[in-house]
């Protein structure tokens, strides 16, 4: 396992790149389908240990706003990781471990790349701008940098606030740090 840190294309006040993907309960998401003043993509999945240990904030997180969309997003290549396949996802929702508004599979990864991601988790906090949404932050969810490391501050709840109060994201875009994203068909 290698770390590796994000470092994406989009910047702040940039457009929500679009999709339309499966989700893991057979329904299938837009990026309009979210009705939120706040949207946090977060690419991620099964398999990553440092995905795995951002699990329980980003539940909370989907429980405590009631005007922040939380959606996980899987683009891992389930041939070769096979703990990253719609049936496991499917399994981690149903066995509580993942409860975001929305655990979606991005099965050729076109969507991670549109919108930069590298690593799971690589986080992307969005304001409602319009009809679309508006890039607000892009960084670490918290302070704890390894998997076993226990968090001290929580970035993402200090911009969730800013952006729910309509106010500039001051938190600094710090790289998130996490296991490199498994292209299909490297």
Known sequence: MVATESDSELDRGDAAPPFEL?????????????????LLVVFTCNHCPYAQAKFDLLNDLAAEYDDLAVVGINPNDAEEYPDDSVEAMRDRVADGAIGYDAYLRDETAAVADAYGAVCTPDPFLFGRDGDGFRLRYHGRLDDALNPDDEPTEFYICDAVDAVLAGEEVDVPDRPSRGCSIKWPGE
């Open 22 to 38: 499966p989700g893991t309960d057979g329904e299938t998401y837009a990026l309009d389908d979210f009705d939120a003043d706040a």
